[in-house]
């Protein structure tokens, strides 16, 4: 029979993707007050800026510098153009021994449905009932129209765990995907509440290819699981001069 703590990667990395194009845009909408946001991609083929390559690169520099015993061994990534190309420039820069990273579109973007690319000033201006409501129910709870909740993005979360603990136990994991679902692994994996993982989103945002990072350990009652030991960590960026960045998505999240 399987011990608990064999259900476990030994390690989990959670990597948000690196600047993008809808990262560029989304801030130049929102400083100049425009309703919307100005890219030509649909949200899912949204590339690389050439600062998010760099990012990239240089993140995956900083887990290649790693011993080899603790890089990572398996590296999945969203289905987003932005997190697929984050991941494999991270493959590549830090040489890990992989065929390629594992697409799961269990860790891709929230989606925002009918208010995709509109900026929050656009938002109150056409869609002035959605605004009322979120700002009655709350961000974590409330789903935009054909769109997805907080709530939506860590039930399928809760999935990709059970996944992963079926798939990569023992393994060191490696996920690149976004803003949001840096998040909610949180909320999930250190059983948060609702205003625990919103005070933290208030405090500061996560930055592109930041590394939040968990280890195997047990809790106080002995049980075994997935500790948290680095949260927004960038000084793999700052070590090599590369700027940090920390701008939205193509849609506000």
Same mark, same amino acid.
């Given at each position: ?28 909408? &929102? ?8 890219? =030509?991609?649909?949200? /899912?083929?949204?590339?690389?800026? &050439?600062?998010? #390559? /760099? ?5 995956? #520099?900083?887990?290649?510098? /790693? ?20 991941? =494999? ?46 700002? #009655? ?33 023992? =393994? ?17 994996? =250190?059983?948060?509440?609702? #205003? /625990? ?57």
């Amino acid at each position: 029979m399987s011990t608990v703590d064999e259900i476990w990667p030994q390690r989990l990395w959670l990597v948000r993707h690196g600047q993008s194009a809808g990262n560029v845009a989304a801030f130049a909408a &929102e400083k100049a007050g425009l309703p919307r946001i100005d890219i =030509e991609h649909r949200d /899912q083929d949204v590339p690389l800026s &050439e600062l998010g #390559r /760099q990012q990239s690169a240089a993140v995956g #520099r900083w887990f290649g510098a /790693q011993p080899e015993h603790e890089r990572p061994t398996v590296v999945v990534c969203s289905p987003y153009v932005r997190a697929m190309q984050t991941a =494999e420039l991270l493959v590549q820069t830090a040489r890990l021994s992989l065929a390629g990273p594992v697409m799961d579109e269990r860790v891709r973007e929230k989606e925002l449905g009918s208010l995709d690319r509109f900026t929050k000033a656009g938002i109150v201006a056409q869609f002035p009932q959605e605004a009322e409501l979120r700002g #009655r129910v709350g961000k974590f709870y409330y789903r935009p129209p054909g769109g997805e909740s907080w709530c939506d993005v860590i039930l399928r979360l809760r999935s990709f765990v059970d996944s992963m603990q079926l798939q990569y136990r023992n =393994e060191r994991v490696l996920v690149v995907g976004h803003q949001v679902i840096v998040l909610c692994f949180r909320y999930v994996l =250190e059983r948060m509440t609702e #205003r /625990q993982i919103l005070d933290i989103d208030a405090a500061k945002d996560v930055a592109n290819c930041s590394v939040t990072s968990y280890a195997l350990g047990s809790d106080s009652e002995g049980r075994q699981g997935l500790e948290l030991t680095d949260y927004n960590f960038v000084a793999p960026l700052e070590e090599s001069d590369t700027p940090v960045t920390k701008a939205p998505d193509v849609k506000p999240s």
